[in-house]
């Protein structure tokens, strides 16, 4: 699998959050879809820590600077610490929406890191990214480390920030090209360290999309997606979600019986950040979007509750299980590149 990363979950739970036996249930857990994550994932070097799943590097100290700041000033104190060759290096820089979710574990909680990490004074709240939220610019992508929340914050509100360096030769990138400022204002990147510079992550092939037999082939990814994006017909709860997986593959939908429900890293995979409404790159050949999507994968902060994709934001939500919610949109790994 291309530029997705294991979720970390390695246990499965039934609709009201009790622990089951993975066997067959379809679940993430189950599936264990991504690049798996190596068997000592951390290098620690001084005041740096290496993960050796990404080939990202992060200052061990993920509150660095002490206090919560604005997202520009959070910019500021990164090139500060460069004048200051912090760890050794001067090259160290707010990390994109990618790079940021990457540190995630969706087995953990509070935080939401993988259990064993050498981090220290990991704060249980927002982290900013790099990445403006276009659906409002003056917002820009954040992380939540207690349970693992995608969202954005008001530019000129206080959060936290921690500093990354290095590139990944398994992350995408976010698809984001252009920079704003805290006012939302577009603005010329040059020397803003937005990821709309930077650039940082795997370009996307052009064209991403092809539709072969009926099914959508991801060309960044080698994920096939139903070019249907709302095979029930409306929303449902997230068993029934598996249900109709299930019912694709007796059916065999467009000829295939390997249909899944996607993991939240699958679901995600798909968002475009210099888009919204949907969030999806341009000329997607994906109908009848919907905005939430279930995933296979549960929140660990909620084990009655499963992550979704609210996909005209770009967000990463929760839902709860037995509630008839959101979408399906099943996913299948391809042969074909």
Sequence with gaps: ??????????????????????????????????????????????????????????????????FPCTWQESFEKIRKLNQEYYGGYSDWRLPNRNELRSLVSYQTKKPSLPDGNPFLNVFLGWYWSSTTAVINPAYAWSLHLEGARMFYGRKNQYQLFWPVRGQSAVLPATGQKKCYDESGHTIDCLDTGQDGELLLGNDWPRPRF???????????????????????????????????????????????SSWRLPNINELTSLVDCSRH?????????????????????????????????????????????????????PVTTLAFT
């Design 210 to 256: 092809t539709v072969e037999s009926g099914v959508i082939h991801d060309r960044l990814t080698g994920l096939g997606w139903a070019a249907h994006s709302d095979m029930t017909g409306g929303s449902v709860s997230w068993p029934e979600a598996f249900d109709a997986v299930q019912q694709a593959n007796r059916e065999k939908l467009d000829g295939l």
């Design 1 to 66: 699998m291309r530029h997705i990363l294991n979720t970390g979950q390695t246990h499965c739970y039934s609709d009201v959050g009790e622990q089951i036996n993975c066997h067959f249930s379809g679940q993430d857990a189950d599936l264990r879809i991504g690049v798996s994550w190596p068997t000592v994932r951390y290098k620690l070097q001084k005041e740096v820590v290496i993960d050796r799943l990404t080939g990202l590097a992060w200052t061990r100290n993920a509150n660095i600077g002490t």
């Design 277 to 329: 409404t949907p969030a999806l790159p341009k000329g997607h050949p994906v109908q009848g979007m919907k905005d939430g999507y279930w995933s296979s994968t549960t929140s660990f902060f909620e084990t009655d509750w499963a992550w979704v994709l609210y996909l005209n934001k770009g967000a990463c939500g929760v839902g709860h299980k037995p509630g008839n919610h959101f979408h399906v949109l």
